[in-house]
């Protein structure tokens, strides 16, 4: 059984940082783009980050502020959240490409991410 296990959310003032973890098991992910997106309230599920052979990629509102990296010994991807604000206030889902080195196109599409966590929950309080 193939599980992505998500950690480090919480509540923490606007300004300060968060690290998100998700640990997968069931089979490596060494060669699948891993992603992190979020959903907030009454809103759909956005792309936020990710990492594949090809680099890393971004949402617009996080460069700068959000770093996606991975351990592929631990079968594990993280994502650092700096300078935190309320709009970030989400649950943030771990996920993994279905297929390895998917091309550069699909990287921010939902669709193409066939493994997901249960999800995270940040909340930024101003």
């Known amino acids: 059984q193939v599980l992505l296990v998500e950690s480090g959310g919480g509540l923490v003032q606007a300004g300060n940082s968060l690290r998100l973890s998700c640990a997968a098991s069931?089979?490596?992910?060494?060669?699948?783009?891993m992603g992190w997106f979020r959903q907030a309230p009454g809103k759909e599920r956005e792309f936020v980050a990710a990492?594949?052979?090809?680099?890393?990629y971004y949402l617009d509102s996080v460069k700068g502020r959000f770093t996606i990296s991975r351990d592929n010994a631990k079968n594990t991807v993280y994502l650092q959240m700096n300078s935190l604000n309320p709009e970030d206030t989400a649950v943030y889902y771990c996920?993994?490409?279905?297929?390895?080195?998917?091309?550069?196109?699909?990287?921010?599409?939902?669709?193409?991410?066939?493994?997901w966590g249960q999800g995270t929950q940040v909340t930024v309080s101003s």
């Open positions: 996920a993994a490409q279905t297929s390895p080195f998917g091309p550069e196109r699909t990287i921010r599409t939902l669709r193409e991410y066939g493994y």
């Open positions: 990492i594949s052979w090809s680099g890393t």
């Open positions: 069931g089979r490596t992910f060494s060669g699948h783009a």
